[in-house]
């Protein structure tokens, strides 16, 4: 069993920027993928970012250039840095742990609302 537990999300103004944090405890896999993902209202959820516990990082087209996904293996982190933040963005954002060895697992978080408005 893997745990999730989200931190950050809020109400930012366009422009602005936040930064969603996801601590993970538990099983932890040696090989493992942590990254981001969210759902708009209406709209199926998507792919942010994601982070390979060997260092690869994944972005959606949509954010490249103002989002950077980030963790910390000793600690089981990832944190996504959101900057130039569009009316877009919103949605609720989820974190993910997908373990890939020697424990194969998928885990999804409680969910972070991220709202962008004036």
């Known amino acids: 069993q893997v745990q999730l537990v989200e931190s950050g999300g809020g109400l930012v103004q366009p422009g602005g920027s936040l930064t969603v944090s996801c601590a993970a405890s538990?099983?932890?896999?040696?090989?493992?993928?942590m990254g981001w993902y969210r759902q708009a209202p209406g709209k199926q959820r998507e792919l942010v970012a994601t982070a390979t516990s060997g260092g690869s990082t994944n972005y959606a087209d949509a954010v490249k250039g103002r989002f950077t996904i980030s963790r910390d293996n000793a600690k089981n982190t990832v944190s996504l840095q959101m900057r130039s933040l569009k009316s877009e963005d919103t949605a609720v954002y989820y974190c993910?742990?997908?373990?890939?060895?020697?424990?194969?697992?998928?885990?999804w978080g409680q969910g972070t609302q991220v709202t962008v408005s004036s």
């Open positions: 538990g099983s932890i896999a040696r090989t493992n993928v």
């Open positions: 993910n742990y997908i373990g890939v060895w020697p424990i194969s697992s998928d885990y």
